[in-house]
């Protein structure tokens, strides 16, 4: 899976490279990683969150509904007693679910790749203090967490769009689409006015939990944020899936 394969080609070029001195004392990421297997966690997830990781999901996501209505098979499995909300439900775990393994895939490979790679020791975070391998692992888990939930979002937002139409490529176009377009305004600073709403706002956030103490502010602000889309894109699926003509 490309997924996987990319931590590893960031390793190996790191180490290859000899990038950072071995100490853990870079002032970059990547200087970290030289040092400290676990950091090569964080920078893969760094790397990948802005648009590979999104847009591996959204593609995924988008071919749920558009997919099955382009061959013929939602027609197929309508025609069984199977409610149209209950189908939803169904498309929608699956989208989460793949999500979910993304974003392990990505942490996992990392993990491994890193252990391998470079040394294990106590982590030394982006504010400077130092804590123990065992803490740092803990704040992967919650930094694998609050990147799930965020693909988590932008799944929901794919199966939504795949709803509106039957061509899966229409739903393709349209979630990379929307990806794109979010992180274009997201860098403009003329718009920093609608910036803070904008799904793909504090994305990275989760670097707030590489310093100590944690700053929850961001984070919240994200996952708020995503939980609010997902409600609003829930909903619009519902509206349209149990709505819509399949005679066609």
Not at 113 to 127: K, N, W
């Amino acid at each position: 899976m490309v997924l996987a394969v990319v931590p590893i080609l960031l390793g190996v070029s790191i180490r290859v490279s000899g990038l950072g001195s071995g100490t853990g004392t870079g002032t970059g990421m990547l200087n970290q990683v030289a040092g400290n297997g676990l950091f090569l966690v964080f920078a893969s997830l760094a790397l990948m969150v802005p648009l590979f990781l999104p847009v591996a999901v959204g593609v995924v996501a988008a071919d749920q509904v558009a997919g099955d209505a382009a061959d013929g098979t939602l027609r197929t499995v309508l025609a069984w007693p199977v409610g149209r909300t209950r189908l939803l439900v169904a498309k929608l775990i699956a989208a989460v679910v793949y999500a979910v393994a993304a974003t392990s895939t990505v942490t996992l490979s990392a993990l491994a790749t890193g252990a391998v790679l470079f040394p294990m020791r106590d982590v030394t975070m982006l504010s400077g203090a130092t804590i123990p391998l065992g803490s740092a692992f803990g704040r992967a888990v919650l930094i694998a967490g609050v990147v799930t939930c965020c693909m988590a979002g932008v799944a929901v937002l794919g199966l939504t769009i795949s709803t509106l139409t039957d061509s899966p490529a229409t739903a393709l176009a349209g979630t990379i689409g929307l990806i794109v377009v979010a992180e274009i305004a997201g860098s403009i600073p003329q718009l920093t006015s609608i910036q803070p709403w904008l799904f793909s706002f504090d994305w990275l956030a989760f670097a707030d939990l590489l310093r100590t103490p944690v700053y929850w502010g961001t984070i919240s602000h994200s996952l708020w944020l995503q939980a609010g889309y997902a409600v609003v894109a829930v909903s619009l699926a519902w509206a349209r899936f149990t709505s819509r003509d399949l005679a066609v």
